[in-house]
């Protein structure tokens, strides 16, 4: 009925003391987002909402039994709280919220990634919602209903349009899944796509897609190879100018030239995926393919 | 954010690499002096960040005194494909027999960085990375362990460098990739590094591009990006507010909250018809003071005849946005541009309660909203 998030995800929140993590914990624990702990070293013993909160990560997945985090941490040290989930026994989903941690500590962490099983989602991104049951993250939940397609997107807000064109039109979500809009993160286009392939009670996917580097093309022609979910595609940036960063600091053309919108939605054509011109679009295509 | 060349060469030099002796001047007589005491034959080089800048006039070689003062008359002060050119680097002008290409760079695909050594010094490597990809040798590096020095040997031979100048281009690369990675690089270059009838290698330009979210680690960077800091007056004051923000052509103003509905909105106002004048991205969370900013920035951009808001609340509230609205516009007398809003998500029926529509136009979806502010700005422009 999902990916990634379903009954049995139970949350540990790093930063859980901060004003971010704060306010996002309740509102998790409000959507019905099963939140056993939260890991702040110095903080342990304390409570938030309610939580308990551990020292370490390890901690928490040891005593409260949680098997995923949710990074709040400020990007100074998000990447050292990434390792640290990833690190702990037990924790096999790790969701960075965190915007503008240093691409060099995300290249460690990447590297990190490489020698585990354990998924990271993000940084700088919404989260995970598998609507009705959890989030993970800072989704508004009202927006979203249960439902049969999934979505994967590197924005948020974009997120949150197209999903509004879809639950309008009595099309739920079976999860959704914004892997961020930073140069290099851990769950890509591919990763959340293979997730979708294997998931039953997904008939259909949704991909948003934004300007900047070559993961679109990619997972065009992984949907090209490996897919029998069909898929429909929205691609953001179209009329950026080369050179300039749309926002998020992977957003961005390349002086010479790739990373373009055209690019990604010949790439996404040419494999079978229909590409909207507008949000409302997509949702006539996912109509059409359900 | 990326450095001028004259403050890449400081920090290259200080870290080792030879770079050719040099003054910065401001006037044309501190250009002149700097020419007297390097000796001729020197180069005057512009510092603006403009590719192709000899093409544009930007570069000058001169060989006497005369010519160094016609030079820095003809470039101090000049509108170098848009920017104002108040500084210039006067370098002695090195005698090479080769030019060779050295750079450090993240490759997101592999999400780790990647060393590039090529015989095609001295051109657009991005040309040369199209048209002859395999004269660029490439060598990833694992973050975990840093370059070995076999690696920085090994891009350096396959590329092709001769024998006699390997060791020493290996050299360059090793304290190059070290500036990257203690620095917080996101691309350094040389280009061209150049070999004399010596066999010295001396970098004859410098590029450090420094990753603006590790600014906060890099204090004397972050300094240094100050004084480079350049830009027209509306991009200055976008980052004053914080706004993500880039100036484009059109006329149809454009503020949103999150990166990629706003670039979605900008295709839209292209997709019907119009022009879009600008991306301004408010974030999340935005109060009415933050609104209030936003406003005031497009309307302070003169090509701009009509305005488009568009904000999905998740941590934005559109009680708040409406509120930052009603305040921005009601200093007014008259509206100075149409004002065209659409609201969604939390609390936005609360949102378009609150928004005065004697002052803005309640558009109810995205398609909608865009195509109203289209509309607007025809009729400004007819």
Redesign the interface.
């Given at each position: 009925m999902s990916v990634l998030v379903d009954e049995d995800t139970r949350v540990v929140v790093q930063g859980i003391t901060g004003g971010e993590g704060k306010f996002h914990t309740e509102q998790m624990l409000e959507y019905g987002t099963n939140v056993v702990a939260g890991a702040v070293p110095g903080k342990g013993g304390q409570e938030v909402a309610g939580v308990p909160v551990f020292d370490t990560v390890q901690g928490a997945a040891r005593e409260a039994d949680a098997n995923a985090a949710v990074v709040f941490v400020p990007p100074a040290f998000a990447a050292d709280a990434c390792f640290e989930a990833l690190d702990a026994k037990g924790i096999d989903l790790v969701v960075a919220i965190t915007e503008g941690i240093p691409t060099q500590d995300m290249s460690r962490v990447y590297r990190k990634l490489q020698e585990t099983d354990t998924h990271l989602v993000g940084p700088n991104c919404p989260g995970v919602i598998t609507p009705g049951v959890a989030k993970l993250g800072i989704l508004p939940g009202n927006i979203f209903s249960s439902g049969n397609v999934g979505l994967v997107s590197r924005s948020g807000t974009l997120t949150y349009q197209v999903v509004d064109n879809l639950t309008n039109r009595g099309i739920g979500q079976s999860t959704a899944i914004g892997i961020g809009g930073d140069p290099i993160i851990g769950t890509d286009f591919i990763g959340a796509l293979e997730q979708f392939e294997a998931d039953p009670d997904t008939h259909a996917v949704v991909m948003c897609g934004e300007i900047g580097g070559e993961d679109e093309e990619e997972a065009a022609r992984y949907i090209g190879e490996h897919m029998d979910t069909p898929v429909a595609g929205f691609i953001a940036g179209r009329t950026a100018p080369p050179g300039k960063r749309m926002g998020h600091a992977g957003a961005i053309v390349s002086g010479s030239g790739t990373g373009t919108a055209q690019s990604k939605i010949t790439a996404l054509e040419d494999n079978g995926v229909p590409v909207g011109d507008t949000p409302e679009e997509v949702a006539d295509h996912v109509e059409d393919l359900l | 954010m990326r450095l001028h060349e004259y403050q890449a060469k400081q920090v290259f030099a200080d870290a080792g690499i030879p770079t050719p002796a040099s003054q910065l001047a401001e006037t044309v007589d501190e250009a002149v002096d700097a020419a007297e005491e390097i000796g001729y034959p020197v180069a005057i080089k512009a510092q603006v960040h403009v590719?192709g800048r000899g093409k544009a006039g930007g570069i000058k070689l001169v060989e006497s005194k005369e010519e160094a003062r016609e030079a820095a008359e003809d470039i101090i002060g000049m509108d170098l494909k848009g920017y104002h050119v108040s500084k210039v680097l006067v370098e002695e002008a090195v005698d090479f027999v080769n030019e060779l290409y050295v750079g450090v760079t993240?490759d997101?695909?592999e999400?780790?960085?990647v060393a590039m050594v090529s015989t095609k010094g001295g051109v657009n490597i991005?040309?040369v990375?199209?048209e002859d990809p395999d004269a660029i040798a490439r060598e990833h590096i694992?973050?975990?362990f840093g370059m070995h020095p076999f690696q920085a040997r090994k891009v350096v031979y396959e590329a092709g460098v001769d024998r006699e100048v390997a060791n020493d281009v290996a050299s360059v690369l090793t304290t190059l990739y070290q500036l990257w990675?203690d620095r917080?690089g996101?691309d350094t270059e040389i280009n061209p590094l150049m070999i004399t009838a010596d066999n010295e290698v001396i970098a004859a330009d410098a590029v450090m591009n420094i990753?603006?979210?590790?600014l906060?680690?890099q204090p004397e960077i972050a300094e240094m990006g100050e004084e480079a800091a350049e830009g027209d007056e509306l991009e200055q004051k976008a980052d004053e507010y914080g706004f993500?923000y880039?100036r484009?052509d059109g006329n149809v103003g454009i503020i949103?909250?999150?990166?990629?509905?706003?670039?979605?909105t900008?295709?839209?106002?292209?997709?019907y018809g119009g022009e879009?004048a600008n991306?301004l991205?408010v974030g999340?969370g935005a109060k009415a003071d933050r609104i209030a900013n936003a406003l005031d920035m497009v309307f302070s951009d003169e090509n701009v005849d009509s305005v488009v808001f568009n904000i999905?609340?998740?941590?934005t509230r559109g009680d708040e946005v409406a509120n930052g609205i009603n305040q921005a516009l009601e200093q007014f007398d008259e509206i100075p541009k149409p004002v065209t809003v659409r609201l969604?998500?939390?609390n936005a029926e609360e949102g378009m309660e609150i928004l005065n529509e004697d002052l803005v136009t309640v558009e109810h979806?995205?398609?909608d909203a865009v195509q109203r502010a289209v509309e607007y700005a025809k009729e400004v422009e007819a």
């Open positions: - | 590719g993240m997101r695909n999400g780790r960085p991005e040309e990375a199209e694992d973050p975990a990675d917080d996101a990753d603006g979210d590790a906060f680690r993500d880039v484009l949103g909250n999150g990166a990629g509905l706003v670039m979605t900008l295709d839209l106002v292209d997709y879009p991306f991205d999340g999905f609340g998740g941590i969604a998500g939390t979806t995205l398609e």
